[in-house]
């Protein structure tokens, strides 16, 4: 998957709109290099999504975040009422049920997620999948985006195997 497929397809959906609605962005250029956060650190498969660009750098008007998921984890269903959802997968097979409905996605696929629609994923395949997301109207970056991954009661939090439901 090239850097400028992925681009287009995520041009269309969430940043057009954002600069169309006149949000107020950083003033420099922003490039994260493969494997990296944000802010330098390297990205694993520990369970949460990493931040690619912040919403400090966009005025608050989307976040864009990559995660790693191992085979045969999600997240539960859940809602966000103040935020879209958008993902583009790079690498692996998941099952999407948003609205009830099931959607099986591949790499080079992407699905968005509208505001207040139930839903939750699942990586079905058998190695690390990965994605990248955007959250539209995101607000602080990786509390919203983590919103939906459960609390293992420790105060972390991480995806559990078959907790997702999406079978």
Do not use: Y
């Not at 009422?81 to 692996?92: A, K, N, P, Q, T």
């Not at 997620?113 to 939750?120: D, N, T, V």
């Amino acid at each position: 998957m090239t850097r400028r497929r992925l681009l287009q397809a995520s041009t269309a959906s969430v940043i057009l709109p954002a600069i169309t609605r006149g949000a107020t962005t950083t003033s420099q250029t922003l490039v994260v290099a493969d494997g990296l956060d944000r802010w330098g650190d390297r990205i694993t498969a520990r369970g949460f999504p990493w931040v690619k660009v912040s919403s400090k750098d966009t005025g608050g008007a989307w976040t864009m975040f990559e995660s790693p998921v191992s085979p045969q984890f999600g997240v539960p269903l859940h809602i966000h009422h103040h935020m879209e959802e958008s993902f583009f997968i790079l690498e692996g097979e998941f099952l999407f049920e948003v609205d009830g409905r099931r959607h099986p996605i591949t790499a080079g696929t992407s699905v968005l997620i509208p505001r207040g629609s139930p839903h939750r994923f699942k990586n079905t395949g058998t190695v690390t999948g990965r994605f990248i997301g955007l959250c539209r109207a995101s607000g602080s970056d990786g509390r919203v985006c983590r919103s939906a991954i459960p609390d293992d009661g420790g105060g972390s939090k991480q995806r559990r195997k078959d907790e997702s439901g999406v079978r």
